[in-house]
Structures are given as C-alpha cells and as structure tokens.
C-alpha cells in the first residue's frame, strides 16, 4: 500500500497563487509517476501536472506557465506550485501514485477556490 499525505489548498482570488505538496510513504518502491489531478464539480477528473521517476514532467495546456511541478531529492514528495490563479483552475485537486503492475494510488483531495 502507499499512503499521500496532501497539503495545501485553500482560497485564493484571481492572479493569486497557491502550493500544493504531496508525501508519499509506504510501498513507495518501483514508484514511475506522481502527480497532480483535479475535477471540477460536473466534470472529469483530468491530469494537472506529473513527473516521471526519470525527472520528465508533464502539465496540461490550460496551466502551462502557470503551474510548476518540483519534488525533493527523495524522489516521494512533489510540490505544485500554482500561480495566476483562474477561476476555472476551481476543483478538488488528488494527488497520483503510480507503480508496477498497474497499481495506481490517490490522496484524499484537496480543494483550491479561486473567487473574487
């Protein structure tokens, strides 16, 4: 099992920003992707932003530069940071664990509002 401990979130007003972090613990071995996901209330859970163990990031086009994805040099915490903020960037935000074969882990979510 892995165990993500988030923290973070909150509400910010537009152009704010936030950070989000991530720790992982547990069955962390063979880990090859983390990362941030959120959903907005109706809609799909979508990828944020990921990192590979290799170092290799990814960020979906509606945040690239604005968001960035960063760890420590243990390799199982990874923070997000998130600059001008949007409205739209409204959503429950999980962090991802991936490992072999197929195992897939989720934090328990937490919320960034971005409002006036």
């Known amino acids: 099992q892995v165990q993500l401990v988030e923290s973070g979130g909150g509400l910010v007003q537009p152009g704010g920003s936030l950070s989000l972090s991530c720790a992982a613990s547990?069955?962390?071995?063979?880990?090859?992707?983390m990362g941030w996901y959120r959903q907005a209330p109706g809609k799909q859970r979508e990828l944020v932003a990921g990192?590979?163990?290799?170092?290799?990031?990814t960020y979906a086009d509606s945040v690239k530069g604005r968001f960035r994805l960063s760890r420590d040099s243990t390799k199982i915490t990874i923070y997000l940071q998130m600059n001008s903020l949007k409205p739209e960037d409204t959503a429950v935000y999980y962090c991802?664990?991936?490992?072999?074969?197929?195992?897939?882990?989720w934090g328990q979510g937490t919320q960034v509002t971005v409002s006036s």
């Open positions: 991802n664990f991936k490992r072999p074969p197929g195992m897939e882990y």
């Open positions: 990192i590979t163990d290799a170092g290799s990031t």
């Open positions: 547990g069955s962390i071995f063979s880990m090859y992707f």
